[in-house]
């Protein structure tokens, strides 16, 4: 590190969002400084060690699209692989991958410490130097300031950080960390706007001291899914298995009886848990009939005893933890290796923010991951991916990079959370996106490896090998539309008691695909279809199974874009505007919305109001 050096880029935090930020500006050829709190925790799985999952997939296949890291570390620490809603239709299938903690960290150092223009320091940032508006470096514990021309800020839970077990609590970035209170004082001196969010983790338990006999198995799938584009199942370490177990009456009543002691439920708390993630005395009052909660049982790695039971996240004492922990089944002589416990921490309101994930009041400044009030590892390196171009891109003199809500689930994501804010931790779904069925998992890809390319963010390897599966999907939609199957062919008698209407004349391939009961599985016993790549079969399938839906999709999409396109002035007064109510003025104002089509999205912003915006634009126009 050159202390009398102006960097392009400094990125400030080295957890999920830091990586991908470095990692995608320093690709772009940014001179790109990463200064994180421990080289050690680059890559730390703060809670749950698992990479994927429903909505969350599909943000990690859109980062290994632009060619970010978290997929293909993924794969190499991938202990178990399944892929989710595997008999549900393909907008909402999602891969998710178990890691081994120690391989996920080991495999993200060893691509930012090979990564050209990227440079590592091991510092707490304490403050923002901030002149005129504009962020021109950081000052680092030791002194030293910094410059950059762009900074993005990645501090996770670590603002103002204080965890919680019991009434008993301490200060703390997470377990273990120290938490960055200098930074928050500062940002909060600066009149950022700040809220307190909270989230939790379960204890940790020795696999030495549990019963797996009394639990259900959970293998994962054959063949193993692959996260990355690029990867492989040879890329993957030995696989092993997980196991299902559930709380029970007997556990909820320890719970129940000492909530008196939760620092949620005394008051001690302020900050709001994240609702889809739930601890377990929240699920034990908010569902006060279920009598019991799943719990799965995962392996935090190969080389270690210890197991995160998924499901019982908690910041109950430590006494009360042992004592429902020895109520479930498998568990009554489990050795707790280390308490569960709750992070409470500062967010920073993400309307402040632009679909750029820059700052709308200090220019230069950058915002990705759980300061912007998300929960996740793939949320973060979602952002992480789009503040570290865009901070790249500004550094380097060049427009910025913005997805939309019809291109990415990272345009989703960035959308909902600099239009409508968040007041508890914000999660992927599947559901948050209106156009699920143009942002699947499995055409990521398609989607962005193109425009990232353009951009600078994606290698050679990758291109070729994204222009090779290109071809070899085109040739094999060619095949599927020009290999006919007469209807007294011995295929169409083979195929005819599987189908609702048997064949009465000639048909593509293709066209038996459009048939509701006819999957790729079904035509194996044609000439040449058992030999195509099931990668390129599949999304064959889906693009011709769907392309009446996909058409109409598409031609949404192009309607709400000229709303889009209008854009709207970030100095607008709107309490000039006649006819605004003072609601729908308020949360205009809070938000500033850079489009027609984005104060459209703000809740309570009415189609009459719109038109008095439209009226209005006209007038200055
Ligand atoms: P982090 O991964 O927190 O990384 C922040 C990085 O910044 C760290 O490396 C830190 O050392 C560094 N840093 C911070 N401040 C400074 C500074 N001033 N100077 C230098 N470096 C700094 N997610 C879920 O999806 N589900 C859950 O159930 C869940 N539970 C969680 C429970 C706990 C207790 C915690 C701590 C997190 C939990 N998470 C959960 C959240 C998940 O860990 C985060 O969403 C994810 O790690 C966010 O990534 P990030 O990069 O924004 O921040």
Redesign the pocket.
Known sequence: MNPNHLYDVIV????????DAALASARMGADTLL????IE??G?????PAIGGIG?SHLVREVDACDGVMAKAADQAGIQFRVLNSRKGPAVRATRAQADRILYRAAIRSVLENQPNLTLFQ????ELVIENDRVTGVRL?MGLTLRAKTVVL??????AGV?HIGLNNLQG???G?M??N??AHTIRERGFRVGRLK???PARIDARSVDFSKMDVQHGDTPTPVMSFMGSRDDHPRQVPCYITQTNAKTHDIIRANLDRSPMFSGVIDGVG?RY?PSIEDKVTRFADKESHQIFVEPEGLTTHELYPNGI?TSLPFDTQLEFIHSIAGFEHAHITRPG???EYDYLDPRDLNHRLGSKHVAGLYC????NG????????A??LLAGTNAALEAMGKDGWVLGRDQAYIGVLVDDLVTLGTAE?Y?MFTSRAEHRLLLREDNADQRLTSQARALGLVGDARWARFNCKMDALAGEKRRLEQTWVQADSVQAQWLNPQLKTPMTREASLADLLRRPEVDRTLLAGIPDTDTIDPEIALQAEIEIKYAGYIERQTAEIAKLKRNESVALPLDLDYSAIKGLSNEVCQKLSDTRPETLAQAARIPGVTPAAISLLLVRLKKSG
């Open positions: 400030v935090g080295g957890g999920h969002a830091g990586t200064v994180t709190h421990s925790t680059l730390q799985m703060s809670c749950n969350k510092q707490p940032v304490d514990a990645t501090t996770g839970t670590f603002l965890i970035g997470r377990a960390d938490p960055a200098s930074l989230t939790g983790t994240p993630c996240s416990y709750a992070i990705a991951g759980q300061i998300t929960t996740g590892y793939e949320e973060a390196a952002q992480g931790p999660r």
